[in-house]
């Protein structure tokens, strides 16, 4: 489907240019010696690994793939990997399978059990990030962000978004401007948290359908039955603006009550 108007940019290289700025800047501010992300041979975290890369350099930067199983996960880390090779990053891998085994007696359920996984990658992120002394670069995008389509305390759990600002067409651009492999750039996205996972599956919408209820909503000020005149079914664009509603905890600082008037 086409995207509405101006959800695209003309010209990626200012988007680029204000995103790496933006991480090498926090990461002089803060006085960190380096960078770790979650590496999942993904676009996202593709993405964030080469724009921080070019911010602070390779060497600073450390990319941690967290396979939940790392036999049936086996191609996403070679994806992985393929970017980080590429880009000259350190990266190693942490196998979650034997942690995730330890809370069997609770009997989680699946999405439960797939929430622990993301949770166990933010501990992991932060050991490594305090041992060494290093920012966690979040890999999360608008689309994502603005349907509370990450975990808290999970993915959601970073120092920095540096693609926050981003739609998902925007990463998939982005990520062709800055040279992410065709490969990579035409997976299906998906979190890993279970087997035959993806996005859009689990969403019940397409991406550009994504994109364009959120973007219509939030930058156009459409109402929903506005949404639904433009062209989308209505049943979806229901659907993507309660995720909307109903994640907005997600996205905002803890609540707290006011003792003093």
């Known amino acids: 489907m086409d995207l509405p108007k101006d959800l695209r940019f003309d010209d990626y290289e200012p ?12 990461v002089a501010k803060v006085g960190v010696n380096g960078v770790v992300l979650g590496l999942s041979g993904g676009i996202d975290s593709s993405l964030v690994a080469v724009l921080a890369c070019e911010a602070i ?7 941690i793939m967290m396979p939940v199983d790392a036999e049936k996960d086996s191609k996403n880390i070679d994806d992985a990997k393929l970017i980080a090779e ?10 979650l399978k034997e942690a995730i085994e330890a809370y069997d007696s609770l009997n989680l359920e699946k999405v439960a059990r797939g929430n622990l996984a993301a949770r166990l990658r933010m501990v992991t992120w932060y050991a490594r990030a305090n041992q060494e002394n290093r920012l966690v670069l979040g890999t999360g995008n608008k689309t994502e962000l603005m349907i509370g389509y990450f975990t808290k305390y999970g993915d959601g759990g970073t120092d920095i978004l540096p693609i926050a600002e981003l739609y998902k067409a925007n990463v998939w651009d ?3 401007h800055v040279g992410v492999p065709e490969s990579l750039i035409e997976k299906a996205p998906s979190a890993g948290l279970w087997e035959g996972q993806t996005d859009e599956k689990e969403i019940g919408v397409t991406y550009p359908e994504l994109d364009s209820i959120i973007f219509l909503h939030l930058e156009k000020g459409m109402s929903e039955d506005e949404i639904v005149s433009w062209g989308i079914e209505k049943s979806k664009v229901e659907n993507i603006l309660k995720m909307m509603n ?16």
């Open 86 to 95: 590429k880009l000259g990053m350190k990266h190693e891998i942490f196998e």
């Open 246 to 261: 109903l994640s907005k905890h997600k996205r905002e600082p803890l609540p707290r009550p006011i003792v003093r008037s």
């Open 57 to 63: 350099g390779p060497e600073k930067v450390l990319g």
């Open 174 to 176: 982005l990520a062709r």
């Open 15 to 26: 988007v680029r240019e204000k995103i790496v700025s933006f991480i090498r800047d926090y």
